[in-house]
């Protein structure tokens, strides 16, 4: 696993270390990230945990890398979840919402559980680097980006950024552009997919954020970008959009408008983002 501490000390989230360890204070969310590539092959034994489809995807990838990043990626989350809601994680189901958010399919008894049913999950992947984010009683978004430098970020944000986006990403030093726009994109996309609605959807009412945090770490040579979003709690009262809070300034925005903490911009989640989407095309 891949080992960071730079999420430590956030109120909100807990960083594990370990793929086994406890998942004990349900009160926050849970994180684990993952060196893929470190994974050990799965033999035929240990392939026996995936199910029938994805051992079929993962055979259907002509690359070997692509191959045991998939196997790695779908045995780490069933060995994840499986203790988190009490079962054995080849007996774990998933499907996927009508906009792509993947959630639990869950077995009879276990789906009786509350425990069970208020779970919810997310994960990304970029390239070789995997995070998994579980919460209980709130909805959590996650994202990561694998830093590309021969993107020209300036030319992806002229043409699919808003304007004040833009306007925002320009006015910093040149050094500083490639990260911030590294940041506000999984910023946005992490939002995003608290909702499930997917970023290039249409704009629906958003979700009031109780944490939105950055994060950047260095695997090798590769620099990783990232944010988690989690929701205040699907127990509040989820239809009046009032506005959302400034996480940094704890200043109220307008309704129509998302405020990324420190980043200082206004994002508009119905942006349009296929070439974006394109040249950050995940794996597997």
């Known amino acids: 696993m891949i080992c960071m501490g730079v999420l430590r000390g956030t109120p909100a ?13 349900l009160d926050r969310a849970h994180v684990w990230f993952w060196d893929l590539d470190a994974v050990p092959q799965l ?11 994805e ?8 690359s070997l890398r692509l191959r045991r990043r998939f196997e790695a990626r779908c045995m780490l989350v069933r060995h994840v979840l499986g203790p988190v809601v009490g079962v054995s994680p080849e007996a774990l189901a998933f499907e ?19 425990r069970v049913a208020a779970l919810d999950f997310n994960l990304s992947h970029s390239e070789n680097v995997l995070v998994l984010a579980v919460a209980l009683d709130r909805r959590v ?27 925002w990403l320009r006015a910093l030093p040149p050094e500083q552009q490639r990260p911030a726009f590294y940041r506000l994109w999984t910023r946005r996309e992490a939002i995003s997919k608290v909702s499930g609605q997917g970023i290039a959807s249409p704009p629906v009412a958003t979700p009031s954020l109780a944490a939105l945090h950055s994060f950047q770490f ?32 704890g200043l109220r925005s307008r309704p129509s408008e998302r405020v990324l903490g420190r980043l200082g911009a206004t994002v508009e989640l119905g942006s349009a983002v296929g070439a974006a989407q394109r040249i950050f095309a995940k794996e597997g």
């Open 13 to 25: 989230f807990i960083v594990h270390s370990a793929t086994n360890e406890p998942v004990r204070e």
């Open 43 to 53: 033999d035929t034994a240990r392939r026996v945990v995936l199910s029938p489809n």
């Open 55 to 62: 051992r079929g995807r993962a055979d259907r990838l002509r």
């Open 96 to 114: 996927t919402t009508a906009n792509g958010k993947p959630r639990l399919v869950l077995p009879g008894r276990a789906a009786a559980g509350g």
């Open 141 to 167: 978004g996650v994202d990561i980006e694998v830093v590309q430098p021969g993107v020209d970020v300036r030319a992806v944000a002229e043409a699919q950024f808003t304007a004040g986006e833009l306007a």
């Open 218 to 249: 260095r695997l090798g040579k590769t620099d990783v970008i990232g944010a988690l979003a989690l929701d205040v709690g699907v127990r509040r009262d989820a239809t009046a959009d009032r506005g959302r809070v400034d996480l940094a300034t």
